[in-house]
């Protein structure tokens, strides 16, 4: 006959007390206690606990049974303590947690990674989708020709597919760390290999449609973005307190790199940011009530691209605007970030080195500042006629040529 478990009793290392339910076990001479919701899980729980013991002391690894959708808050608390990129991960670990999420970290193998990212790289984005659908929509009300053609369905490309697996793979290198796997089974995945990176150009009459068509409040932000390199969310937080017109620097303080840099001003940000910080003044003045005291208090902490309600704009709004002008001036491959490679192409131009443009625009390696350095062929060619020739030899600068062997008839 079994034996009541009656409050406050242990039997065979579990104890009731107060209505919950507890494990206890020696481990390496030290007491281990456990909770557990109800007596059948206690008993689960107290099996795994001595089967785990008994592993770790004939040097066996442990028994690995949190799954990946467990472990991930976890790791989503490391990475925004630790990773500049966490919000990329974000994005990563939506498809990540619909395959994988149900599988405990020891399950997820390589092999079947690579299956999910042969899948993945079939499967049709989200976008594609919309569009396709808004195309059936309008077809269906009359508004497009007959004849029309639905747009092709995009799949995710190699690019994306790498970083959701990247993704993975940090977290079960982070898992790793935290002892609860041994190794991870991605390293040395084989990723897709990714198209070249994109060389965008932006000609005079092209760049200058493009401002034109812009709405007001984006021109000074486009202009300190070519002209400086800043990243979006660089500029939109820049304060006053950031900026020294009179020597003609300024600084960013929270880089994606995690390190501060200062960045020179061409001559024509200058003036155009004494105008800006004028405006400013004159805001801040009559919203303390003409007390310049105050005012002059409150500037170094006022953004420098303030909207009226004294807030940045956000960074949709930037991307969304910019995207908008440059379809209107039929460059609809065009995207705000490429404000940096136009800075760090036309910096390049000028004579400058990668090092100076890697300083410039934040970058830790040269890797990155590599990809600003596309060639232009004419400065090039008048690059190379500036090179000095070498010292012209005594003979004749055409290589010796080898007789040819004569046939000699009998």
């Known amino acids: 006959m079994a034996k009541r478990h009656d409050e406050g009793r242990q039997i065979g290392g579990i104890l009731n007390r107060n209505g919950h339910w507890y494990v206890k076990i020696k481990i390496r001479g030290r007491q281990v206690w456990r909770s557990a919701p109800t007596k059948e899980d206690a008993q689960l729980l107290l099996g795994r606990l001595r089967e785990d013991a008994a592993r770790e002391r004939v040097g066996l690894p442990k028994v690995q049974r949190d799954r990946l959708a467990d472990f991930v808050p976890k790791y989503r608390a490391w990475a925004k303590a630790h990773k500049r990129s966490w919000d990329r991960d974000e994005l990563s670990l939506r498809p990540l947690l619909a395959a994988f999420g149900s599988l405990r970290l020891s399950e997820i193998t390589k092999s079947r990674v690579e299956a999910y990212m042969r899948d993945r790289r079939q499967t049709e984005t989200l976008v594609s989708i919309a569009r396709r659908e808004a195309f059936a929509r309008r077809k269906a009300a009359g508004i497009l020709p007959r004849n029309a053609k639905p747009p092709a369905p995009a799949t995710f490309s190699p690019a994306s597919v790498n970083r959701e697996v990247a993704c993975l793979r940090k977290i079960l290198s982070y898992a790793v760390e935290c002892g609860e796997l041994q190794e991870n089974p991605l390293r040395g995945m084989r990723m897709f290999p990714e198209a070249p990176g994109r060389v965008p150009t932006l000609g005079p009459e092209d760049e200058a449609a493009l401002v034109a068509a812009m709405p007001p409040w984006l021109r000074p932000l486009y202009r300190l973005a070519v002209l400086t390199g800043l990243r979006q969310g ?177």
């Open 234 to 410: 660089e500029i939109v937080s820049l304060r006053w307190r950031h900026v020294d017109l009179d020597g003609g620097i300024l600084m960013v303080e929270d880089s994606k790199s995690g390190e501060s840099r200062r960045v020179p001003l061409h001559p024509s940000l200058v003036d155009m940011l004494r105008t800006l910080r004028a405006a400013s003044e004159a805001a801040i003045l009559v919203r303390v009530k003409g007390d310049e005291l105050t005012a002059r208090r409150e500037l170094p902490d006022a953004y420098v691209f303030a909207m009226p309600r004294g807030n940045p704009p956000e960074s949709s709004s930037i991307s969304h605007a910019f995207k908008r002008a440059a379809r209107k001036v039929g460059r609809p491959d065009l995207r705000w970030h490429d404000t940096r490679h136009l800075a760090g192409s036309a910096l390049l131009g000028t004579g400058a080195s990668l090092p100076e443009v890697a300083v410039m625009l934040g970058h830790k390696t040269l890797v990155m500042s590599r990809r600003y350095a596309h060639v232009n062929p004419t400065r090039l060619r008048d690059l190379v006629a500036r090179m000095p020739a070498p010292a012209a030899a005594t003979g004749p600068d055409t290589p010796p040529v080898k007789a040819a062997r004569q046939e000699v008839t009998p």
